[in-house]
């Protein structure tokens, strides 16, 4: 059996499961905007500052809030193993891994969609004014390969987490280091997207988000099958 | 000259399977004949489930070969998990979707698009078809989980101690319907519950300590009784 059937009932089961219980969207949600709250609070940015830092803490909101999210994510396989389950579908185990993946793309960008707009308010940043077209829709190409980077990454080690007692403390120890180049990558394009100056080019960045991104979705189709056998 | 031309369901060959130091199987040789109904019966931690894991794909064993319908599993591919139905210890199913959701969910996986009525109606859950099975009782639970393992019509069925929670009439209702189904599937049972095991069994198997210490034909429940009270004995 191809793939496809697999990973398109796992996407469609977790967007069930998220519309009856909304845990997911909305605990990263409400983590993202605590976060802009308190840097915006403790900061005091004028607008030259803002366009310096403001990435940087966007990036941070979109990451940390991310990762509570792709805790649940193997969270709700872990209860009644419902893990073992999807195992025994006749497809390949890593269409697991890709049904999960899109389901975490998918709530990340929702999460996003809502935060954006808030953060262009803390921060007197106006997105719409700042970036020509073409530059806003590359924002938004670095916005895309930031989310399917940091979830690309952050599936498989949810993965690996889900099947240890320690669950909720061990992915954020692995994640953030092994996500600093998707991290730092995303935060730094969205600067030089922002930065006023015309000889600031984000493209070798974008590259960067590019090249991470596609490796680490590599391996985790090559690894995920390991990763969640016993 | 071989008299039963139809390859096993399953069969292993010289399986060991370690965790760490411990062996829970010490190269069994192990053989579920086609549409015939084999019962394990063992202590706990015999290496009932830990079989029974293998069998479903769930688990690789640390040496010897497994077999479906006469081919070597690395020779089959993902596919031939279409083949197989589990029953757990765990129910497999989502607590935050209704009891429909989940067998629908589950035949998508399969690829298919049927079959959810038949498994309520034999489930008798119809009438909890709304129902989050977060809300269903253990009983239910179990007649769910047994009822998703059937959804894709396997021809190798495994059920670990599927007894377990069940009440009277549900055990009946199970019993029957592993009945009906023998002779199309080949069916591995664990069970504690030594009558239903050998009124169902075509075959009956006793584990102690990673070894198959009794394999057997037309054992009656007194003899198994009696065995497995021997075996412990021999193995304090």
């Known amino acids: ?230 | 000259m071989n008299l039963n031309p139809v390859p096993p369901a399953f069969a292993a060959r010289r399986l060991t399977k370690r965790f760490g130091r411990s062996s829970a199987l010490k190269e069994i040789d192990f053989e579920l004949e086609a549409g015939r109904c084999h019962v394990l019966f063992g202590r706990n931690g015999a290496g009932k489930s830990t079989l029974l894991l293998i069998a479903a794909t769930l688990l690789r064993p640390s040496s010897g070969e497994i077999f479906y319908g006469g081919d070597r599993y690395e020779t089959l591919g993902d596919e031939v998990r279409r083949r197989i139905g589990l029953v757990s210890h765990q129910s497999f199913l989502y607590p935050d979707l209704t009891v429909v959701e989940n067998l629908q969910f589950y035949a998508r996986l399969y690829g298919s698009s049927s079959g959810e009525e038949e498994a309520l109606l034999w489930a008798d859950l119809e009438l909890r078809r709304h129902s989050p099975v977060r809300s269903l009782s253990r009983g239910m639970l179990q007649r769910l989980a047994v009822a998703r393992a059937l959804l894709h019509r396997p021809t190798l069925l495994l059920l670990d101690e599927p007894y377990t929670g069940l009440d009277v009439v549900s055990s009946e209702r199970l019993s029957t319907r592993l009945s009906d189904i023998k002779g199309e599937t080949a069916i591995l049972l664990t069970t504690h519950d030594v009558d239903r095991g050998v009124a169902l069994a075509d075959r009956i198997s006793i584990l102690e300590g990673g070894r198959i210490a009794f394999d057997a034909t037309g054992a009656t429940a007194s003899e198994v009784r009696r065995l497995l009270l021997e075996i412990r004995e021999i193995a304090k």
Do not use: H
């Open chain 1, 1 to 230: 059996m191809s793939s496809y059937p697999a990973i398109l009932a796992i996407l469609r089961k977790d967007v069930r499961t998220e519309v009856r219980t909304r845990q997911m969207i909305s605990s990263m949600f409400v983590f993202a905007v605590l976060v802009l709250l308190v840097f915006n609070f403790t900061l005091f940015l004028d607008e030259i500052r803002a366009i310096e830092l403001g990435p940087g803490i966007l990036w941070v909101a979109f990451v940390f809030a991310a990762t509570l999210g792709l805790n649940r994510s193997f969270a709700i396989e872990g209860e009644n193993r419902c893990l073992s389950g999807l195992m025994m579908a006749p497809a390949p185990r890593s269409s697991i891994y890709f049904g999960k993946l899109l389901s975490n793309i998918l709530f990340m960008t929702v999460m996003e969609i809502f935060v954006l707009p808030l953060f262009v308010v803390f921060f007197n940043l106006s997105i719409w004014e700042l970036l020509s077209p073409s530059e806003l829709a590359t924002f938004f190409l670095v916005l895309l390969l930031g989310t399917v980077g940091y979830a690309a990454v952050g599936t498989i080690l949810a993965a690996v987490a889900a099947n240890t007692t320690m669950r909720e403390v061990l992915l954020p120890v692995l994640l953030f280091p092994v996500s600093v180049p998707i991290v730092i990558g995303a935060a730094e394009s969205t600067r030089l997207l922002f930065d006023v100056d015309p000889l600031s080019s984000p493209w070798i960045w974008i590259r960067v988000l590019l090249v991470f991104a596609v490796v680490f979705l590599f391996v985790s189709w090559l690894t995920f099958e390991y990763v969640i056998e016993e």
